[in-house]
């Protein structure tokens, strides 16, 4: 199963975002078939902040490994769901966790992607513009 970490809030983040404007067809089976524009603090290209971070809730673990990037969730609080939260990436070892923001319409599809990278076979998504004011996310907000 997917790799779970300590809690966070929005305000402090300090991880860099590695994926904007994430997109996934329906052929994509994880994150890593879905097409997005790579970012680095060295050479940043992402036109998004951690307002835009993904938050997932995945379900009902399944034999899927995870492959190449490592992903993780990470909990809003120690008493969250730990199959809920933020999302991170990490490229290489050699690199901190970093996050996805941008994915737009396709979030669903990012979604499942992110949950299946997970190990997960169910996902439920959505975009939250300020997850770590522990409140909902503004009306208007998407779900998926």
């Known amino acids: 199963q997917g790799a779970r970490s300590s809690s966070f809030r929005l305000n402090t983040l300090t991880t860099p975002v590695y994926m904007d404007d994430v997109t996934c067809t329906p052929n994509a089976s994880t994150l890593a078939d879905c097409d997005f524009v790579y970012s680095t603090p060295s050479m940043p290209r992402a ?11 995945c379900r009902q673990p399944n034999a899927t490994n995870p492959r190449d990037w490592q992903v993780r ?15 991170e990436i990490m490229p290489s070892p050699q690199q901190p966790w970093g996050t996805i923001c941008g994915v737009g319409a396709s979030g669903a599809d990012v979604a499942l992607r992110v949950c299946r990278t997970l ?20 009306a208007g907000t998407p779900t998926y």
């Open 73 to 87: 969730i990470v909990p809003m609080d120690a008493q969250s769901n730990p199959d809920a939260g933020r999302v």
């Open 119 to 138: 190990g997960y076979n169910v996902s439920f998504g959505m975009i939250i513009y300020d997850y770590g004011t522990k409140s909902p996310p503004p």
């Open 47 to 57: 036109d998004c902040t951690h307002f835009e971070d993904i938050y997932l809730d």
